[in-house]
Each structure stands twice: as C-alpha cells, then as structure tokens.
C-alpha cells in the first residue's frame, strides 16, 4: 500500500462531472492498493497519515499533525 499526500487549502473529487466530496484546509492521499494488502495496511496508514507533522504551528514551524491543525 502507498499514499502520496498534498497538503491543500482546498480539494474535491469530480466523477462524470459531479462533485462527490470536497474539504477546506487538509490532506488530499492518493492511495494506491495491492494484492494482498488488508485491513491492518489501512489502519497502520491511516495512524502515520494522521501522524504526518506537516501543518504549521503558531511559528510557522511544520509541527502539526492534521489533527492538531483542525
């Protein structure tokens, strides 16, 4: 399993031409699945994916994870 991630002031999913999600400020993953990859890959990307300090701080030091930035 692999994930490319952008940080985004603002993102959306088109199919066929309709919006079927969007988000202000965030992460946009790409996720890329493999054969054999299960439900333990997903969870155990999910923890380093809500992990990743890539949010500035109050100094404008990249030391905030998605969680602590919202």
Same mark, same amino acid.
């Given at each position: 399993?692999? $994930? /490319?991630?952008?940080? *985004? #002031? ?7 031409? %309709? ?8 992460? $946009? /993953?790409?996720?890329? *699945? #493999? ?7 997903? %969870? ?27």
């Amino acid at each position: 399993m692999r $994930a /490319v991630v952008q940080r *985004v #002031a603002r993102a959306q999913v088109t199919v066929e031409g %309709e919006t079927v999600g969007s988000i202000g400020s965030g992460m $946009a /993953v790409l996720v890329g *699945v #493999a054969e054999g990859d299960g439900p333990r890959d997903a %969870e155990a990307l999910a923890d380093k994916l809500v992990a990743l300090r890539i949010f500035p701080d109050a100094e404008g030091r990249m030391n905030l994870s998605v969680g602590a930035a919202g």
